[in-house]
């Protein structure tokens, strides 16, 4: 990921790249590396890790944000539908919320129940507009995410870390990094939709 946002900045800037072959050695081994140890065939999804392929976890929703993969790719619309399936039936999503991973396959080592989180949550509308441009129901699903989510807000329309489940914030108040993405999932979706008229 490194090594193809460092190319990518190098383009975009014009700054000198004098390792861009090296660069573009790596972000390509690494690619194969992830299609090949990360993928599931079973399950039709990308794991949490090499080693725990069975697992999801929603960092997954990130790769074509940061442009790894095509939001229409096949691997990643089904790794999108098994994340949007409730907890119950093996995936991450509840009342439109999105969990980080299964706590119940997962050991981060914390222990404890954790709620949804708010970051993923918006990771996961980004994720359904862009493969949305390719697929109407999954830009719908994006718009009803995107607006149940906003429920949750203060009355400022700040938000939490995370949502228990009974709708409560939970973590950090204020947190940053859920606005800065909140943003770019509202601009995103707008620009989306408004090339759908």
Known sequence: MFSSEGLRLADKRSLPCPNRNVWLA???DLY????HKAWNPSLQ?????YEETDALDSSVLIMPL??????????FVNTLRQILKTPERGGLTSNNLVYRYDVNK???GVGGEEGTFCLCTLWCVEALTRAGEFDRPLLQRAVAMFEDFL???NHVGLCTEEISEAG???GNAVQG???VTLISAAYNLSRTLAAQK
């Open 177 to 179: 990094f859920t606005h």
């Open 151 to 153: 429920q949750y807000s």
């Open 26 to 28: 790596a972000r390509d």
């Open 106 to 108: 997962s050991d981060d």
């Open 168 to 170: 409560e914030g939970l």
């Open 66 to 75: 940061v442009f790894f993969m095509t939001p229409s790719d096949p691997r």
């Open 32 to 35: 194969e590396e992830i299609m």
């Open 45 to 49: 999804a990308f794991g949490q890790s």
